[in-house]
């Protein structure tokens, strides 16, 4: 499974590399180009389980992009796109998508149950504290309202098992949550 | 922390025991900016006394043995122990002494990679203004693993000392739901308060399924400031009542990422609310005290004419008797009003401030307020 969305992310990698030869005058939009071939030209992802960035906090996204590089956040797509970046690419390409404004993507929103559910989670594990009112984000935490929900599912999964061990404390509040917790969870902040 | 600026001095201290750092209060000049003097939090010897109770007397219930063995093999865990500052010094200039309190040992929960009383996490400590070289401290809960760490900033005021005579004392209120009077001199405690919230199943360790304790990890007070009436000789605290369960989990330290070694998680079926508290801090009874609908962070103020104003989540604003606890009026502000309070005169009237812009803690509803009243 892992390794047939490798392939996709290469194909549509090499098709971007294509449609952005003729450079633009700004380094950093040609880069973002780059990102827009998976996380959307308009900042809608071409998959769900690929994050939305558009209008993402420019502290996280710096710190994801050099946790993909450093290895400490593994992605097969994302290591070999951070590859050729160095740290003024890094904090640039934050920059230039945290100013962009975040996308409706059309989720609905959570059922009722769903609803009070995820609200009884986060006010117990207290996701606010962190990720602020309404669940914005601030700095380099990251906004997960509206965020798509496959990528959610996928991102708590990961926490849980440790595939994703870039935030230790985010992986101990996931495994303190019940998995029926978490989907309704996923379900509510997909559909904010 | 927010700097404090005094005599000279821009006085710095640094958050990030969440995140296994080493916390420093830092010293420098106003004019120039350069560096005075740097206090390491924890000390490159972080191991203490090995103590077995809290500084009431209460067992931690610390396996002496298997620390040991941990220290022996993975050393002293000075480098990434924690003890941010979170709060401001109390400062005295005629003593030219300083006096904060130090945050939690990281990770929160999981002491097991973190050997012996972690000093000087959970500690009140005292420098020299002009040098930055320790005085005295104070640890109230050594190799701390439930996050009931100190945050609410020191206070000096004259309280009676153990021979009843009065001295200059200093005050902190303890998310462990007590307030600690202690003697300026040496820090030494010369008494401690009732308890203020309930404390229930105290000191439990931290299991990986959960174990409940009272109170939770936000306290009994959070980082609220005390004010004091030095006339009454009466502290008034806010506190909060929320239950919670504690579990621990191995965790490895990721650098500049949230470490905690588990989790505190609220009960949500158990009902949560706040205190406003007058406490003696010469006896150490509590003189009033007055309950909330809702956890209390924020601050508080106490006038010299005999008034006590706090805030709410809900956004009410309050103003109390500060000698009986009777309500003697409310503003509802819209937004969460957890700010501490101030008080200043123009042409002679008196006004009142404080900000409603709710908090994130406890997710109070958010507000971009300051409102002023006069006291007509």
Known sequence: ?192 | MAPTVVDGKVLIGTNGGEYGIRGFVRAYDAKTGKLIWNFDTIPDNSVGTWATKDATGNDLHRDIAAEKAALAAGGDPFKTLGGGVWQNPAVDLETRRIYFVVGNPSPDLYGAVRPGDNLYTDSLVSLDLDTGKYVCHLQYIPHDVWDLDAVSPVVITTVLGRDGKPTKGLLHAGKTGFVYVHDAKDCSLIRYSEAMVPQENMYTLPTKDGARMLPGANGGVEWSPMAVNPYLGLAYAINLHQPMTYQVATESRVAGKLWLGGAFKVIPTEEQWGNVTAVDYNTGKIRWQVRTAQPMIGGILATAGGLVFTGEGNGLFKAYDSESGAMLWSFQAGAGVNAPPSSYSVEGKQYIVVGAGGNAQLDYKRGNSIIAFTLD
């Open chain 1, 1 to 192: 499974m892992r390794r047939r969305s490798g392939a996709l992310g290469a194909g549509l990698v090499a098709i971007v590399i294509g449609a952005v030869s003729a450079a633009s005058a700004d380094p950093v939009e040609d880069k973002a180009a780059l990102c827009g071939a998976c996380h959307g030209q308009r900042g809608v992802p071409v998959s769900k389980d690929i994050p939305i960035i558009w209008g993402q906090q420019e502290g996280y996204l710096y710190l994801q992009l050099r946790d993909f590089k450093s290895g400490a956040r593994s992605n097969e797509i994302m290591s070999r796109m951070v590859a050729g970046l160095e740290r003024d690419d890094m904090l640039a390409l934050a920059a230039f998508f945290a100013a962009k404004p975040w996308p409706d993507t059309g989720q609905p929103a959570a059922s009722e149950a769903d609803a009070r559910a995820a609200k009884t989670t986060s006010a117990s594990i207290g996701c606010p504290a962190c990720h602020s009112d309404r669940f914005q984000g601030d700095g380099t935490v990251p906004r997960v309202a509206g965020q798509n929900e496959a990528y959610l599912a996928k991102t708590l999964a990961d926490f849980r098992t440790g595939a994703r061990a870039n935030n230790p404390g985010m992986a101990a509040f996931v495994r303190a949550t019940s998995e029926a917790d978490l989907v309704a969870l996923e379900n509510y902040l997909a559909g904010l």
